[in-house]
């Protein structure tokens, strides 16, 4: 399956992102306010890859001046939903619809991995004014919890992935697998956690891209038994995502 095929896959579950996707702690943009030397209020800024709003959302509400930048129909269709009235235009960080210059900050949560980094670094640097800044970031699971660790573990057999590392990479694997080598980058592990009912645990899950190309058949099965097993461990039915913010902010050399 291409890199492709999975990101276009979340068109077709964007009702469920959007109402299932954890968002950001405030130290998150706390963060990038302070590695990029300015705060977010009036700051000229694109969220790549702003899918349902999420991050969009948060930076609206520090008081930056953002708009959205998105490649797929119906995440942009929700977006608009949730946040009537903030400009969404299509496009994707390999050929960013800015002109060079015109940007403070430009931010991807959770969608970084979808471009390709020979293309959107040089495209960020073109449309970043000189004192400007690229912040990248994902929720990661964290991986102490036993159930987190074993729900990995049926993920990736189930998917037919790769299961997530154990440990970490240092900062300069972090930098370079993100493709941000060169750049000064200053890399940030923010850890938070919210609780949530079963059935929106297992939305979030199921709208993950490794899902999303798989026959539903076999997911539906799946997660039923996914249901029984997290009854076990949350039996009052409200389960305690828990996650480490994976944050990347990067300046030109």
Known sequence: MTDLSRARSFDRAAARYAASRPSYPSAV?????????????GARVADVGAGTGIATALLRERGADVVAVEPGAGMATQFRAALPGLPVVRGDGNALPMTGGSLDLITYAQSWQWTDTTRSVPEALRVLRPDGALAVWWNTQASDAPWIAEQHRRVAEHCGVEPPARERPDDAEAVRLAGLDGLRVVRHRIPWSRTVPLDTHLANLGSRSAFLVLDEGRNRAFFAAERERLRAVFPDGRVEERYVVDLLVARGA
Do not use: S, W
Not at 29 to 41: C, K, S, Y
């Open 29 to 41: 943009l706390d963060a990038v306010e302070a590695d990029a030397g300015r705060p977010l209020a």
